[in-house]
């Protein structure tokens, strides 16, 4: 069984991160330079497959997932909260990746996707 590791610098979330040098994979903070050697090689990826003509549906209490990515460099075009929760999603068909966002504010939960180009 996986279970999330927490920094013992800053107390956020670890990541996994393979060290290419050393090949051995690592768990490391993104708010600080603290890294550590993981105990056990199982990563858990969850990728979620729809077929051509299908809309992703992005769910409210995704704000509230400590997993993804945070950023405070857009704005909400609907309450103009300052920060979103954000992933990259391939759309089949498309080339390159889109980037959905979702608004941080727990009572908006509007959610966007990049327009701009690549």
């Known amino acids: 069984m ?5 920094c013992r610098e800053c107390n956020n979330i670890l ?4 060290d290419k040098e050393r090949k051995v994979l690592l768990y490391a903070c993104r708010s600080c ?5 993981a105990d056990n090689n199982c990563v858990y990826r969850n990728e979620i497959n729809h077929k051509v003509g299908d809309h ?4 409210r ?3 509230a997932d ?8 857009v704005r909400c ?15 089949q068909g498309e080339e390159g990746v889109t980037l959905f966002f979702v608004c941080c504010n ?6 966007w996707r990049d327009e701009r180009p690549v």
Do not use: I, W
């Open 2 to 6: 996986s279970t999330m590791k927490f």
């Open 15 to 18: 990541y996994p991160k393979k």
């Open 33 to 37: 330079d603290h890294q550590e050697v």
């Open 56 to 59: 992703s549906h992005v769910l």
């Open 61 to 63: 209490d995704v704000a």
């Open 66 to 73: 400590p997993t993804l990515p945070r950023t405070k460099a």
């Open 77 to 91: 075009t609907r309450c103009n909260h300052k920060g979103a929760v954000f992933f990259r999603v391939t759309l």
């Open 106 to 111: 727990s009572n908006c939960g509007h959610h």
